[in-house]
């Protein structure tokens, strides 16, 4: 094709040149597509091979009409003939010409320009929406070519592939590989370590009764903090970073200030031991963060305002010792119990009386529920921090900024999402905001589910079990992604990296392992050196380091 303004001259966009090759220069393998405009139809003058030349599928066209929608589900663009063997890589270059036309780069002669302007470009992954038989429609992720998605959702070649694209992180976090801290100074097993939402911050709580504060630059202790009389259990940073508070067996919740180590209340919670803490998120209720939610093994959840001291709402209906409680996105709490259910609660309302008011019971499993996680986890827990450590001038430009970060989150439209693990081996995915039936049932693993986590973009979730292995799922439609085998003991806990791409998981076989998501076969990394089984795992949020601790009384940080 030739420009219609200057005849003759080869018409480009994007650094990419739209007159033999899908990209130019930035594609020395030149797939063979042959096109007129980045809209229009495409061929492929290569009768359907890949490009190493084989022929995966004889069976399948050449080429499929795809028509690419943003997550508003708006179209982009014409629809497309592609060349069956496209993938991510190719068709990101597609949607990156489509929504920047007028990117223009004819002037740069300089490769390594044009090779750096390539990699910061956003990466994209592309969902296609298959219809079941039950007449349910899954979103399920491309991960290779469009010939094996085809084949392995048995798709028609006949109709138009809808293809939606979500863009991904465009920062990559490096992998931990070596540890570069070992911190002695717990007495007992150490249950619990966590970041604090901007990732300057460590703090660590476990049998000996004590909270520690670290610092994270220097892998020194900053405070040493003795107010509880029993086992800490549970620990949550609040989303601003400004309070952390930490709950005990004997029912005590203790507010602490990060930087001076020091007590702001002691609160007689319940009657038993706590079993889980959640804060509100920042972007609700104008960003003060003073509210949060406790679980206990007395059956009860409630509702504290740590500025007042006061209970604004007891969560009362369960049967039995409430395992997990989750603070979501949407102004709703959730609670899973050891009597098979889960309960969804109201967090507002116009009046008092609206507070804590049970909206729906989700039923399903056979057993005891032992975790949940939200698609929204990570958004909430970070509030308005990112991998940019950004320092905020004021708290109302800090709430803005979370706010902007939570509707980013949501732009995809779709509902909060719930997934629930048990002590009968099963996963339940749920839209619990609008749904008290379950979307799906995973089965796989074969033995109790201990821990869940989604990633922070909710691609995937990771579950980890008595079973000594971790499974990957979607996170959109629940399909079964992987199954990450290598530990020989338990799974206690998985956490991601703040790009996505990589998980780790702490094990009873005293290791973490580093696993490469999605396509891992094998652990990346094994991290070794801790001398007993590793109960906690954290993942700063900034994607720095991870912290690891053990029964062995020592927490090791973990760096690239």
């Known amino acids: 094709m030739t420009d219609p303004n200057n005849s003759g001259a080869p018409k480009t966009t994007g650094g990419i040149a739209w007159s033999g090759s899908m990209v130019g220069a930035a594609n020395p393998q030149n797939l063979g597509y042959r096109y007129s405009t980045a809209t229009k139809r495409y061929k492929r003058s290569t009768n359907g091979l890949t490009g190493d030349g084989s022929n995966p599928d004889a069976n399948l066209p050449s080429s499929l009409v795809v028509q690419f929608n943003n997550r508003d589900g708006d179209s982009v663009g014409n629809q497309v003939d592609l060349p069956i063997g496209s993938d991510c890589d190719d068709m990101g270059l597609l949607v990156h010409a489509l929504l920047h036309p007028d990117d223009d780069s004819d002037d740069d002669d300089d490769d390594k320009k044009k090779k750096k302007e390539q990699q910061l470009r956003t990466p994209y992954t592309f969902y296609a929406k298959v219809q079941r038989d039950d007449g349910t429609t899954d979103e399920i992720e491309l991960t290779s070519t469009i010939a094996d998605l ?44 966590s970041y604090s939402p901007d990732g300057r911050h460590l703090a660590s709580g476990g049998g000996d009764t004590t909270v520690r504060f670290w610092d994270v630059n220097t892998g020194t202790p900053r405070h040493t903090c003795s107010a509880h009389g029993d086992h800490v259990l549970g620990t ?71 500025r007042t001291r006061r209970c604004e709402a007891t969560l009362a209906g369960h049967a039995d010792s409430v395992e997990c409680v989750r603070w979501g996105g949407e102004g709703l709490i959730y609670t899973a119990s050891r009597d098979r259910l889960i309960k969804v609660w109201g967090a507002d309302g116009p009046t008092s009386k609206d507070v804590g008011k049970l909206v729906r019971t989700l039923k399903g499993h056979a057993h005891r529920i032992n975790t949940l996680a939200l698609s929204c986890d990570y958004v909430c827990r970070t509030g308005p921090y990112d991998h940019r450590c950004t320092k905020f001038a004021s708290d ?165």
């Open 150 to 193: 085809v084949r392995s959702q048995q798709i028609s070649t006949e109709d138009v592939l809808q293809l939606t694209y979500h863009p991904l992180a465009a920062y990559r976090v490096r992998p931990v590989t070596r540890c570069t801290d070992t911190l002695p100074g717990h007495t007992e097993a150490i249950l619990h370590v």
């Open 236 to 306: 949550a940073w609040s989303p601003d970073g400004k309070r952390f508070a930490s709950a005990d067996r004997r029912g005590v919740l203790i507010l602490w200030d990060p930087k001076t180590g020091r007590a702001l209340a002691t609160i007689k919670a319940h009657a038993k031991w706590i079993t889980s803490l959640s804060w509100e998120p920042m972007h609700a209720n104008g960003g003060k963060c003073e509210r949060l939610v406790t679980s206990s093994k007395d059956g009860l959840a409630k509702i504290w305002n740590v």
């Open 396 to 560: 109302e430009e800090a709430y803005r900024a979370a706010l902007a970060k939570y509707d980013a989150f949501k732009a995809a439209g779709e509902p909060e999402r719930l997934v629930s693990g048990s002590d009968d081996f099963t996963i339940y995915l749920w839209h619990p905001t609008d749904n008290r039936h379950p979307v799906k049932r995973l089965t796989g693993h074969q033995q109790a589910v201990n821990h869940i986590a989604f990633s922070p973009d909710g691609r995937y979730f990771a579950s980890g079990s008595f079973d000594k292995k971790v499974k990957i799922w979607s996170g959109k439609s629940g399909d079964f992604v992987n199954t990450l085998t290598g530990h020989v003991g338990a799974v206690y806990q998985v956490a991601w990296s703040n790009d996505s791409r990589y998980l780790v998981s702490a094990s009873k076989d005293s290791t973490a392992k580093l696993w490469e998501i999605p396509s891992c076969k094998r652990a990346r990394e094994t991290l070794p050196g801790h001398h007993d089984e590793v109960y906690a795992l954290d993942w700063s949020p900034n994607g720095s380091c991870v912290a690891t601790g053990s029964k062995d009384r020592t927490i090791k940080i973990w760096k690239h």
